[in-house]
Structure formats: structure tokens, C-alpha cells
């Protein structure tokens, strides 16, 4: 069975610093890999994914992260942050064949974004 | 709408009452999934449906819970006789057959049923 460790429940930042949340998973099998956001009081919605190819992976708002199979890992990162990027961050894994598709998701990470 | 539809969004019950969670996923979505979302737990899987068919009810955490898919459409997540430890946030997602190539990955979520036991 898959599992998703995110370390670290809480980040704050000042605004326009850089960000790194991160994300390591166990698997004995290939894995698909996601971050989902979650702005307050709102559902969960897509940022980013790694299918296959480029281990560098480009999402909405700035964000992107890098696939490390050696290290087991799917960290995220934004050079820059901003207020708006306040939210609840969750990392998400799929087995790439023989599973059913259903993700199973981390703890979560809260960003907080100081002025 | 075009985006995942949960009701209630707030539910305030008492100890040992029966509740009901309703999710309307987005049109032509064949698959189905609740998670429970509780304080510093994440998300944690329920179960999963694939059409009216629910191949995955691992995550069910007890007798108590129990779940159904009509029409290929809406879902309906069933609480008996509540205790407090059911006090979470009910999420519902849908999404495209994952097991189709090319369609992995996004589950669209909705805002959530927040249930509260007294």
C-alpha cells in the first residue's frame, strides 16, 4: 500500500520569500503524484500533477515541483509568495497500475503568509 | 452548476441520530469518492465509486456508515446513530473513469459537508 508523509504541519513565511513544502512517499510500485490546494471554507482543487516525462512539473499560480524518485519525494516550491497563497496544501499519490486510482492523500500543510 | 454540489454544507446533530450527506458530481463524471477531512488527519478515504458500483468500501470505519450511488449520478453518505468522533468535514469528489488512459489525475472536489455531533 502507498502512503504520503508531508514533515511539516505548519509553514509561515513573510511575503515574497521563497516557499518549499514538502512531500515524501512510499511505494513499492510507480506512482503518479499531486498537490492540491485549499483555500478557506473552500473544496480542494488541482494545482499541480506528475504523470510521466519531466521531472519538473509547472502548476497554476507560480507554483511547480520535482519528482525525485530516488528520493522518494514531490516537494513544492514558489520563488515568491504572496498573501493569496494562504491555504492548506495537500500532497496526493496514485499507484501507477494493479490499484484502483483512488488517491491517497497526506496530512496537509498549512501555508501562512505574513505581510 | 458546473462544480461539485454538497448539501448541507453545515449540519449540527445530536448523539445517536441518524444523518444524511448528499453529493451531485459534475455531469459525465463515472467516478465518485467521500473522504473525511478532521483536524490535523487530512483526508481520509471512504469509499469510491466507479458508475452505481462501489468496488472500494475499505475506508468505511464502521457499520454505522454506509453509502449509495443512483442513476450514476448523485451519492448519498448515511450515518447512523452518530457519535461524537463523526464530527468532521464530509468531502465529495468526482472525476472521469481514472483507470482511462489519459484522464488521471484531477478529482473535482466540493466544498464540503461539515458535520458537528453534539
Redesign the interface.
Known amino acids: 500500500a502507498q502512503s504520503v508523509t ?1 514533515l511539516d ?1 505548519q509553514v509561515p513565511v513573510f511575503e515574497e520569500a521563497p516557499v518549499e513544502l514538502r512531500c515524501n512517499y512510499s511505494s513499492s510500485v510507480s506512482v ?1 503524484l ?1 498537490w ?1 490546494v485549499q483555500y478557506p ?6 494545482l499541480l ?1 506528475y ?1 510521466s516525462g519531466s521531472t519538473l512539473v509547472k502548476g497554476i499560480n507560480g507554483f511547480e515541483a520535482e519528482f525525485n524518485k530516488s528520493q522518494t519525494s514531490f516537494h513544492l516550491r514558489k520563488p515568491s509568495v504572496h498573501i493569496s497563497d494562504t491555504a492548506e496544501y ?1 500532497c496526493a499519490v ?1 499507484l501507477a497500475s494493479g490499484g ?9 500543510t498549512s501555508l501562512i503568509v505574513h505581510p | 452548476g458546473a462544480g461539485v454540489s454538497q448539501s448541507p454544507s453545515n449540519k449540527v446533530t445530536e448523539k445517536g441520530k441518524d444523518v444524511e450527506l448528499r453529493c451531485d458530481p459534475i455531469s459525465g463524471h463515472t467516478a465518485l469518492y467521500w473522504y473525511r477531512q478532521s483536524l490535523g488527519q487530512g483526508l481520509e478515504f471512504l469509499i469510491y465509486f466507479q458508475g452505481n458500483s462501489a468496488p472500494d468500501k475499505s475506508g468505511l470505519p464502521s457499520d454505522r456508515f454506509s453509502a449509495e450511488r443512483t442513476g450514476g449520478s448523485v451519492s448519498t453518505l448515511t450515518i447512523q446513530r452518530t457519535q461524537q468522533e463523526d464530527s468532521a468535514v464530509y468531502l465529495c469528489a468526482s472525476s472521469f473513469d481514472q483507470r482511462l488512459a489519459g484522464t488521471t489525475g484531477e478529482l473535482f472536489f466540493g466544498e464540503g459537508s461539515r458535520l458537528t455531533v453534539l
Open positions: 508531508q504541519s503518479y499531486f492540491y471554507n473552500q473544496g480542494l482543487q488541482l500533477k504523470l495537500f496514485i484502483s486510482y483512488i488517491p491517497t492523500f497526506g496530512r496537509g
